[in-house]
Every structure is written in C-alpha cells, then in structure tokens.
C-alpha cells in the first residue's frame, strides 16, 4: 500500500479532489494533514494540494511556505521522499524555495480555467515513468497566477538538468504560443527539482482521474508515483 | 515607530497589471505615460529601536514581505520628513 498525505492549509480548496483522485487508485491511500501537524514520517508521498492558502495573501503561498507542516515537507524531500505541489502546491514550493522561479499574475490578467494539453518532456523523472517522451497528457487548469517566471540563468540551468516535465502544446505536441493559457515562460507547465523527488505543476491531474469528467491522464502521474516508490522499496529490501 | 515597506516587481519580470493601467492612462487622455508598475505597499507599527529593528525587518522583507526571484523592495522610516 503506498500512502499519501495531502496536506490542508486554511484555504485549500483541491484536497478533496486529490485524496479521491489517489483513493481510487488500487494500492494507494489518501489521508488529510493539517497544515498545524510537524511530522510526515507515517507517508510515502507528499501533496501540496490546489487551493487558496491563506487567501493569497501577500503572494500566493507566501504565507503556506511557514506553516508548521512545511519543516517536515523540507527535511522529507531532502531525504528523497517524492512531493508533488499542484497549483497553489506548485506556488508554494516556489515561495519555499523548494523549486526555482516564481509564479506571477496570468499574461491575460484573467483567471483560465479550461482543459489543456501538456507533453511530456522527461520520460524518467518518477512523476512520468509510463510516459515516453513526447506523450500528450490533458490536464485541466484553473488558476489566475500560473504564469512561470525565472531569470535567463536559472532557465539554462532547468534546460541543462532537463527539469521542465511538462510544456502547454497544441493538440499536433507543438509548443506554440496559443497553447499557453497564462503566459509562463517557454511554455512551462511542470517541473521537478534537480534531485527529481519534487514536482510542481499547474495543470491538475487530480481533476483529471475519471474519463467521465473528460480526462483520465493524471492517473499517470499518480501511478508513475507509486511505481517509483515500489522500486525503491524493492532496491532496499 | 512607523516604518514603511514598498515592494514593487523587477524590471525583467512582466507587469500585466501596470500594462493595462497604462493602456487606461492613455484612454483617458495622457498618451505620454510611458510605463506604469505596480508593487505593493506596507506600513509597519514598531516598537523598539530603529537601529536594531532595521537588519531584523530586512530579514523579514527578503523572506515574507517580498520574494527576490520576481520583486525589489525598499525599507524606509515612514516618520521621516513629517
């Protein structure tokens, strides 16, 4: 059983989809974490899920980034544990400085909230084991500050330890600019830290895990999760 | 004390905001305006020393107040010149 703890800030609003989204994966389980607790020790994965924490004030996750919760969120990804941020998840890891750049306002000035079409840019990363290079996955959005920042020397530096997971493409996997709904630079949808246990990305799989609902694509970062924690458990038996 | 905190964001860093006021600057008949940007402002009641608050509230402006990857900030003593 691979157990997932999403944690709820005051104003989250996606935890509800992210603890449904795993719990209807075979061999994984969801449990709520507020955001007061300091200790993430009983779980294999981390989700920092989308939502409003503390009303965006100041910054989105601004605020998020000094909960209590956030110490073991830091030492657990420092000792290799995987922790995926999505939306206001991938706002705080920023803010965190758990991930580089910076999540500003939407090019548009307008909140998006449409379904977009990702590709996948890092077949081995644990986040997209299953998903060879290229592979499209319909993801949607909502957010009104998913637009991805970061100076020319941190954008060589992602490019170079190939950390871009995802970039908004057009339905032919094309990068081009009408695909991108917020202005991000180079299209950047995801990305993962150096080391690859952290991912932030806009897109929601967790909205994303039932055809019915128009997607069933973030199922397969959620399984790539599991099946990167199962063979790590496998290498240490 | 009052100490004042304007934070506004990099010049490298897209402003969509100051943009659309800028087009509203011109609508409204001053086509001169050449760029608008918009930050935030704070106004912090302190007690204490001013020397001694000055480095903690720096702190406080680099890891809360504003963030370095995409703004600037200024810190002030918002008494001076009253």
Redesign the interface.
Known sequence: MTKFAVVQFPGSNCDQDCVGAINSLEGARAEFVWHKETSLDAFDAIILPGGFSYGDYLRCGAIAQFSPIMQAVIKDAAAGKLVIGICNGFQILCEAGMLPGALVRNRSLHFVCDMATTRVEVPHSPFTIGCPEGTLLRLPVAHGEGCFFADEQTLRELDENRQVILRYVDENGKVVPEANPNGSVQNIAGMCNRERNVFGLMPHPDRACDERLGSGDGVKIFRSMMEAIGRNRTQAA | MKMKVIVT?KA???D??GA?VREAMKHLGMPEVRSVRIG?YLEIDVDGNESELTPRLHELCRH??S?P??EDYELANAEEGK
């Open positions: 964001p490298a860093v897209l969509p905001q659309a935030r809360l107040l963030n990857v995409i």
